[in-house]
């Protein structure tokens, strides 16, 4: 679940079905629309060195109102993505087995290195699993 629609390759078609979802401090929010999100990843290479790499994520929604980006690993695996979870970090990798994310755990939550897409501040979005409710 992405919550800038800077994010988004295009604009992403709104849902007709309404998606509702909890977030931890109460509140629920609406998935409004669903699109293919750009994300520009930092990847620490061989070196310790950081390089940037450009990531396409299909299907992934729209939520107004989130104040982090939420990735599930359910969503990787939607993309041919897989990952390695070891001691405290996380690693996303494509069909030719290159690195595209990677991440620390902290606590329940992995914190994956990304930027915003256009933009040269970086930003640290979190990974973990959310109830949804349709409606």
Do not use: W
Not at 13 to 26: A, S
């Amino acid at each position: 679940m992405i919550y800038s629609e800077a994010y988004f390759v295009k604009e992403p078609t709104p849902l007709e079905n309404l998606i509702l979802v909890e977030t931890t401090d109460g509140r629920i929010l609406e998935v409004t629309a669903v699109g293919n999100a750009l994300l520009k990843t930092l990847i620490e290479n061989d070196d310790g060195e950081d390089e940037e790499c450009m990531l396409t994520l299909a299907n992934v929604h729209y939520v107004e109102g989130l104040s982090i980006n939420l990735l599930s690993l359910g969503t990787f695996q939607r993309n041919s993505l897989t990952y390695i979870g070891k001691g405290n970090r996380l690693r996303v990798y494509d069909d030719n087995n290159d690195t595209v994310l990677e991440g620390e755990l902290i606590d329940t939550l992995c914190k994956l290195r990304l930027t915003l897409f256009k933009a040269t501040i970086a930003k640290e979005i979190a990974m973990a699993a959310l109830y949804t409710y349709e409606k």
